[in-house]
């Protein structure tokens, strides 16, 4: 019987698609049938006009012994005061057959046969740019509501005396029975996911937009508040990014906002009640919850995928894991991504569920990710042409992959509001997620099905439509709140249908040139690190964490111009850091000698040590040559080294040479560069050749001094034996 229905619904669908139009019943004038605001859809507001808006049903979902009371205002821009105004409900005891059919009335568009139902109701006196409010309500079993699905609500407005009419529209589905439907297997995918803060500089956040963010009326206080009061009931899982922990973690002490590349001049801001607050509310729900890790600062797997950087990737998935373990309790719920606490499968979520066949195998190689949650528009459901989040899919190496499709028709529902929406909308996006997860039961009440939520990434709804989605998806006999864990288990139940695109480039996602600019940094990242001494494990996962969060997909926003910033601010900070590691010594020194020790000094202006080899090149068939010598250098913070070069040369001449800094791996520091001429004179042994020849002479004229004088104090004095003798 049931197959049967469902045949007799889809030729009834086509009937009305063609027919409708040109039916519509006459108690509504065609006019009155163009709906002037969108989204359950209410009338927009044009000159002269009256505007009726739906801002309420209650209860949401009928059951045969309700009476359901539809509730909203309407606004006189007539340009005059109107006397009063009849309002009228209308509806059609048929359910709708699919889900674009629902859409297209609720937006307005065609027309059914529409009936009075209820008592209408009157307002009073409506001033010219007044708004008053109304109510009218209904039996839906009195109305002809008969089997499970969604069902047609119009409200039209009439003002007295004139020609002036408005319309508003709205989807209400009936639950008839206990087992009307087999229920879907929801699951929800629950966002705490913000713009990445930090870049290279200790205890800094680039904004401190997250002050306002993490407070209670704030979007993220918003989300932790409304997911910790159903998580347990709806089975949330948790999806956050690492690199928000951080941030909020920072700011649990005095930190500091804004500044320079160099990390100067920034605004010192005392802790944060929030952030404390807030990180303390989530460490304590996720303890035995589901959570869901993206990459680090939500890093674009996609375009780092096309781009090549997987080891970007690699780097963003290790921080995940590194950052989350050290600021949520260990083990934080039942981790799906990486190696995954608990044993679940590890579960990515590509920004706007996009995903081609070489980003599965990157997820599968870089992230160890089993399962893919992707938008349902990537792939036709399994049940085709019904609904279902279930299905498999191959990698572009042929191994298999679960998918999750989350459901898109209530991911733009979910997308189109904001906090700052006006009451009519909000209630528009809450009343439409039960009329499309109704629909999704009722195309195929038989089928055991499963539905996946997922709102945006960074979503922002107010405290009262978080709350009201969540407690439908409790109360909603047609849905069964699961985890997502389960549903990822049950993937590997599904078929492999078909192999995702092999290689599609969105255009929302980081463009090529952007990551050959991230690429860059990349690299001299990579080289300070190599530069400095035994850096610390915190210092060299800070600078990755740096480059990570240029690679974030909150910069894929169009005019967003943070992932520039970020990056322009991480390249200046470090050609600034490695600049301060110099050479010091003269241009031009002189060889008296055919060989000579030449001194060469190092500079360390960091306040880290750092390791480096000095390395001399001369030109080619040079007569001057550089002997060994040990050219490691460790130099202190803060202070000058000094090694000593052996230089020897073979001829007299002036030689040019290259002085250069090398990393201890040998890297070259090409900033530390230098020219450096070296004269050699031989002056030095022709001088020594002359102070040996001067040391001779003088020592052979001292001997003939010495030998004349003895000949003349040795020798008889004739005069003095002569006068001797005769005296005697």
Same mark, same amino acid.
């Given at each position: ?163 002036? !009419? ?36 200790? !205890? ?23 997911? !910790? ?173 679960? =998918? ?47 539905? =996946? ?51 599609? =480039? ?108 000095? =390395? ?113």
């Amino acid at each position: 019987m049931r197959s049967v229905r469902t045949v007799v619904r889809t030729l009834i669908a086509g009937f009305l698609a063609l027919a409708g139009p040109a039916l519509a019943a006459p108690a509504v004038p065609a006019h009155a049938q163009e709906v002037q605001q969108q989204s359950f859809r209410t009338d927009s507001t044009a000159s002269r006009q009256l505007t009726l808006s739906i801002d309420g049903v209650s209860p949401n979902f009928a059951i045969p012994s309700s009476t359901v009371r539809v509730s909203g205002t309407l606004t006189n821009h007539t340009g005059s005061a109107i006397t009063s105004a009849a309002i009228q409900l209308l509806t059609y005891p048929q359910v709708f057959f699919t889900r674009s059919d629902m859409d297209n009335f609720a937006r307005g568009h065609g027309a059914l046969f529409l009936q009075q139902a209820g008592t209408p109701g009157v307002t009073g006196r409506v001033a010219n740019g007044a708004t008053v409010r109304w109510t009218v309500s209904f039996r839906p079993a009195l109305a002809g509501y008969g089997g499970f699905g969604v069902y047609p609500v119009e409200v039209a407005a009439s003002a007295a005396g004139s020609g002036y !009419q408005a319309t508003g529209r709205t989807l209400l589905p009936f639950w008839p029975e206990k087992d009307a439907a087999k229920p879907l297997d929801t699951a929800w995918i629950w966002p705490l996911i913000d713009r990445p803060q930090q870049g290279p500089c200790s !205890q800094t956040l680039a904004t401190n937009s997250l002050a306002a963010s993490l407070g209670a009326a704030g979007r993220l206080g918003t989300l932790l508040a409304a997911g !910790q009061r159903w998580a347990e009931r709806d089975h949330l899982t948790w999806a956050i990014d690492p690199a928000l922990l951080s941030d909020a973690n920072v700011m649990t002490h005095r930190y500091k906002v804004g500044g320079s590349s160099e990390c100067t001049g920034a605004k010192h801001m005392p802790a944060s009640a929030a952030a404390i607050g807030w990180l303390s509310t989530l460490r304590d729900e996720t303890t035995g919850q589901s959570v869901l890790l993206t990459p680090y600062a939500d890093a674009d797997v996609s375009a780092l995928t096309h781009a090549g950087m997987d080891q970007n990737l690699r780097t963003a998935y290790r921080l995940s894991e590194s950052v989350a373990g050290k600021i949520l309790p260990p083990p934080f719920g039942i981790t799906e991504t990486g190696t995954g606490n608990g044993g679940s499968a590890a579960i990515a979520w590509p920004a706007g569920g996009v995903a081609d066949a070489s980003v599965a195998t990157s997820l599968a190689s870089n992230g160890r990710i089993r399962t893919l949650v992707l938008s349902s528009r990537e792939l036709p459901p399994v049940d085709a042409p019904f609904d279902n989040a279930l299905d498999a899919t191959t990698t572009g190496s042929g191994t298999r992959m679960g =998918v999750l499709l989350a459901d898109s028709g209530i991911a733009g529902v979910l997308a189109a509001r904001s906090a700052g929406s006006p009451a009519g909308s909000r209630f528009a996006a809450e009343q439409n997620f039960l009329a499309e997860t109704a629909m999704i039961a009722a195309e195929a009440p038989y089928l055991k099905r499963a539905l =996946v939520v997922a709102p945006p990434r960074r979503w922002n709804p107010s405290a009262a439509e978080a709350n009201a989605l969540l407690s439908l998806t409790s109360a909603a006999p047609w849905l069964r709140p699961v985890g997502l864990s389960s549903l990822a288990a049950a993937t590997s139940r599904v078929p492999t249908r078909q192999a995702l695109p092999g290689s599609r =480039v969105s255009r929302a996602e980081l463009s090529a040139g952007f990551l050959s600019q991230v690429s860059a940094v990349d690299l001299s990242a990579a080289l300070y690190k190599d530069l400095l001494y035994q850096p610390s494990a915190s210092l060299l996962d800070s600078l990755d964490a740096a480059v990570t969060a240029t690679t974030s997909t909150a910069w894929r926003v169009p005019g967003t111009a943070g992932g520039a910033l970020a990056l322009g601010t991480l390249a200046n900070y470090l050609s600034d850091a490695e600049e301060k590691v110099q050479i010091i010594t003269g241009r031009k020194i002189l060889l008296a000698g055919a060989s000579g020790d030449t001194p060469v000094s190092v500079q360390n202006l960091l306040p880290l040590p750092v390791q480096v080899k000095v =390395v001399a090149t001369v030109p080619p068939d040079s007569h001057l040559s550089v002997g060994k010598f040990d050219n490691l250098l460790l130099v202190p913070p803060m202070k000058t080294g000094t090694v000593r070069m052996p230089v020897h040369s073979t001829a007299i001449g002036t030689t040019t040479m290259q002085l250069q800094l090398v990393t201890k791996n040998g890297s070259p520091l090409t900033w530390t560069t230098q020219s450096l001429s070296v004269q050699a004179t031989r002056y030095g042994r022709a001088l020594l050749v002359l102070i040996a020849a001067a040391l001779g002479v003088l020592v052979l004229t001292s001997a003939a001094r010495w030998v004349r004088r003895w000949l003349r104090d040795g020798k008889p004095d004739d005069r003095t034996e002569g006068r001797s003798g005769g005296a005697g």
